[in-house]
């Protein structure tokens, strides 16, 4: 009954806007029946998909420093939000009340509940869930299959005419299809980006420039366009390289954009994104730090947690990026930074890196497991713990799945992770200004920079001469 409710729910959401637009797809096929139905005509656009990140989620990884010439991505690699998806892939999850807490990591990957494998074969394009990201409105959840493995179906999988309604609106991703993952990911709303809110979907050229209705209105393939499924851009907190090509300002933008030749000359050594995002997190707030030594029991959800600071409207922190990255890696010694915590993922460049600008980050701290012996970073089991709690546990079963470790001896670090602040740009009126970085109580550590001191410690804009 309660399904049932759910999905007239769901289809009265749907039905005003498939009467006001035609469908893309209404005349290519009568029913679907699955990812084998769009293989009919997309056969190669689901073989270059299946080498794409998105599906993978490994890829090349040049910028890594550390990579020794390696494949990475989520597989492989461990973050301080939900660790690794490995072994925490897909499920159902639910507390006391029966409500389901998790669905596993799978839940934004765009696949029907199959790891991805290296080898293509027909069972891997099939499972490929074109839908996830080129069908408005469509919804998946976890069932069970006849031999007890756990898959993503369409909710509307029993409704034949509602599900064939959904899977005939075909088109390409939309703010709201990227967001629903990228925005969600972490845990909940903006957790972990810090700069991709549910905000950004509908808004205004004062909240973003770029994606404002009343600005550009991209969506954002317009930016992250590539070729052959395979996107452009990457954060300096990432591990792996869709392209090649990054998404660069200087595309859209002059090399001199600004009348102030002053603020051009910022340019050189300064990039956008530190005087155009003077905040971020402005709408959700986004996890600053997780401390996953300390459970934290939230008693609505009923449900477990690592202890998480939230933040609003925060101030990034800057520091040198040449594009390369450091980052703690699996089987690797800790990467131990000068406060003694653990450098999970850290730009690389300096003052004196010709390369090099410096850039807005979000700085997210957390503190996780380490084998003690070996002295590697450990992911944790966290499905598991969501519902139990038993965190001693979830971390020997990750510990025997992550580097088979029966019985670890493993004690707790203080992590560093810097990530990319890139989405939320501010129109020009709303720009840092010179007191704002400079002078008393700018926000620039200048000494962390390189600096002997603050360059301009009155604030104060240069000389016209200088300009």
């Known amino acids: 009954m309660r399904r049932a409710i759910l999905m007239l729910l769901f289809l009265a959401s749907w039905v005003p806007w498939a009467t006001a637009q035609k469908s893309s797809h209404a005349d290519y096929f009568e029913h679907y029946e699955g990812t084998k ?5 997309h056969q190669s656009e689901a073989e270059s998909f299946f080498h794409s990140q998105h599906y993978q989620w490994l890829g090349t990884a040049s ?20 660790t690794n998806p490995s072994s925490n892939w897909i499920g159902r999850v639910e507390n006391k009340k029966g409500d389901v807490i998790t669905r596993g990591c799978s839940a934004c990957h765009a696949g029907l509940g199959l790891k991805p494998s290296p080898e293509m074969t027909q069972a891997q394009l099939e499972n490929i869930d074109c839908l996830q990201c080129h069908a408005s409105g469509y919804r998946r959840d976890v069932y ?23 899977a005939k609106r075909i088109g390409m991703p939309t703010r709201v299809t990227c967001l629903r993952c990228h925005a969600n990911s972490g845990g909940g709303a903006n957790f ?3 700069d991709l809110e549910y905000a950004l979907s509908n808004t205004t050229r004062d909240y973003d420039v770029h994606m404002g209705k009343d600005g550009a209105n991209f969506d954002c393939i317009n930016c992250h366009k590539g070729s052959d499924h395979h996107v452009r851009g990457r954060g300096a907190d990432l591990s ?31 990039d956008c994104t530190v005087c155009h995002i003077p905040t971020f997190a402005r709408t959700d707030a986004t996890d600053m730090v997780r401390d996953w030594s300390k459970p934290a029991y939230n008693a609505e959800k009923e449900k477990y947690a690592a202890t998480i600071t939230l933040e609003t409207n ?9 594009g390369n990255t450091q980052e703690q890696l699996l089987r690797q ?16 460049g300096s003052r004196n890196d010709p390369k090099a600008k410096i850039f807005a980050f979000k700085l997210h701290r957390a503190k996780l497991p380490y084998l003690k012996e070996q002295g590697w970073i450990l992911p944790i089991q966290v499905e598991e713990f969501f519902q139990t709690g038993e965190l001693d546990k979830s971390i020997r079963e990750a510990a025997e799945h992550a580097y088979g470790v029966k019985n670890p001896v493993y004690g707790w670090a203080d992590t560093t992770r810097y990530m990319g602040i890139y989405h939320g740009v501010r129109p020009h009126e709303q720009a840092l200004h010179c007191k704002d970085c400079h002078g008393a109580g700018g926000r620039m550590d200048w000494k962390a920079l390189g600096y002997p001191a603050d360059p301009n410690p009155t604030g104060a804009p240069a000389p016209k001469e200088e300009q």
């Not at 925060?314 to 040449?322: F, R």
Request: aromatic residues 6%; glycine residues 8%.
């Open 63 to 82: 910028h890594i420093v550390n990579a020794q010439g390696q494949a990475l991505g989520k597989m492989n690699t461990i973050n301080d939000f939900c």
């Open 37 to 41: 139905t769009c293989l009919t005509c």
């Open 333 to 348: 010694p800790l990467n131990r930074l000068a406060d003694g915590s653990v450098g999970m993922m850290i730009p690389q």
């Open 144 to 166: 069970q299959n006849g031999k007890g493995q756990w898959e993503w179906r369409p909710i509307l999988w029993e409704n034949q005419e509602g599900l064939d309604s959904v």
């Open 314 to 322: 925060v101030k990034p922190v800057y520091a040198w990026y040449n």
């Open 192 to 194: 972990k980006r810090g």
């Open 240 to 270: 792996a390289n869709d392209m090649k090509e990054t998404v660069r300002c200087s595309e859209c933008h002059k090399t001199a954009p600004h009348k102030d030749a002053d603020l051009n000359r910022h340019m050189s050594r300064i």
